[in-house]
């Protein structure tokens, strides 16, 4: 039978094990879904080949690591567009935990955040107030103040897609969606949550008929 001093030591010992154990790395999975529309052609004013973009993402990254064209952490659930390469995405940290956050997605043969006409690819821009805010993602479009639509071949900072039978790019002007979905992990917390919720509600309950 251990003693109360023993059982203190094997408690001290198990939690000192836990602070020598490495720090886990902060990996997050967020899957997004959504739709772009109203395409513009800021330069040749041609119509969109495809007047409305529709896919959902999930990535699994570190917020606190920038990447580059990653394709191993992103898995493409829907696009309805064919693209010249695979799809990555790119992250943009800010300097401190609570600065702006940005997430590229795109094809990567011209980088994940950047689009050239001619050619098939794709990019989506997601800006969120900050690392800890990574279910709550909007989407800059041309008409944003601060973003644009550069003349192709140009860099892009706003959502939109090439075709190769177009020389200029197509960028979503007014109308956007996207939203966070959440991981199963998630819902079943959620569940959880939930559950308990009711549990105490009818203890509470149960609690007021006695004492009536």
Same mark, same amino acid.
Not at 6 to 27: F, N, Y
């Given at each position: %039978?251990? /003693?109360?001093? *023993?059982?203190?030591?094997?408690?001290?010992?198990?939690?000192?094990?836990?602070? %020598? #154990?490495?720090?886990?790395?902060?990996?997050?999975?967020?899957?997004?879904?959504?739709?772009? *529309?109203?395409?513009?052609?800021?330069?040749? *004013?041609?119509?969109?080949?495809?007047?409305?973009?529709?896919?959902?993402?999930?990535?699994?990254?570190?917020?606190?690591?920038?990447?580059?064209?990653?394709?191993?952490?992103?898995?493409?659930? #829907?696009?309805?567009? =064919?693209?010249? $390469? #695979?799809?990555?995405?790119?992250?943009?940290?800010?300097? =401190?935990?609570?600065?702006?956050?940005?997430?590229?997605?795109?094809?990567?043969?011209?980088?994940?955040?950047?689009?050239?006409?001619? /050619?098939?690819?794709?990019?989506?821009?997601?800006?969120? +107030?900050?690392? +800890?805010?990574? *279910?709550?993602? =909007?989407?800059?479009?041309?008409?944003?103040?601060?973003?644009?639509?550069?003349?192709?071949?140009?860099?892009?900072?706003? $959502?939109?897609?090439?075709? &190769?039978?177009?020389?200029?790019?197509?960028?979503?002007?007014? $109308?956007?969606?996207?939203?966070?979905?959440?991981?199963?992990?998630?819902? #079943?917390?959620?569940?959880?949550?939930?559950?308990?919720?009711?549990? +105490? %509600?009818?203890?509470?309950?149960?609690? &007021?008929?006695?004492?009536?």
């Amino acid at each position: %039978m251990k /003693t109360r001093d *023993g059982l203190i030591a094997i408690v001290a010992a198990s939690a000192a094990l836990v602070a %020598m #154990a490495p720090a886990q790395a902060a990996t997050v999975t967020e899957t997004y879904d959504f739709t772009l *529309g109203n395409f513009v052609d800021p330069f040749a *004013g041609a119509t969109a080949p495809v007047s409305t973009v529709t896919a959902s993402f999930t990535l699994t990254f570190d917020p606190t690591v920038s990447y580059s064209n990653e394709t191993s952490g992103i898995t493409v659930n #829907a696009l309805n567009l =064919t693209l010249d $390469s #695979a799809v990555g995405f790119s992250t943009y940290p800010g300097a =401190t935990p609570t600065d702006p956050y940005f997430i590229s997605i795109g094809g990567i043969e011209n980088g994940a955040g950047d689009v050239f006409g001619g /050619t098939n690819d794709f990019v989506l821009q997601l800006e969120f +107030a900050n690392e +800890a805010s990574l *279910g709550s993602p =909007t989407l800059p479009l041309c008409s944003d103040p601060g973003y644009f639509c550069g003349p192709a071949p140009a860099d892009s900072y706003a $959502s939109g897609y090439t075709s &190769s039978g177009y020389p200029n790019s197509f960028f979503a002007a007014t $109308s956007a969606s996207v939203a966070a979905v959440p991981e199963p992990a998630t819902w #079943a917390m959620m569940l959880v949550g939930f559950g308990g919720l009711g549990a +105490a %509600m009818r203890s509470r309950r149960k609690q &007021s008929a006695a004492a009536a």
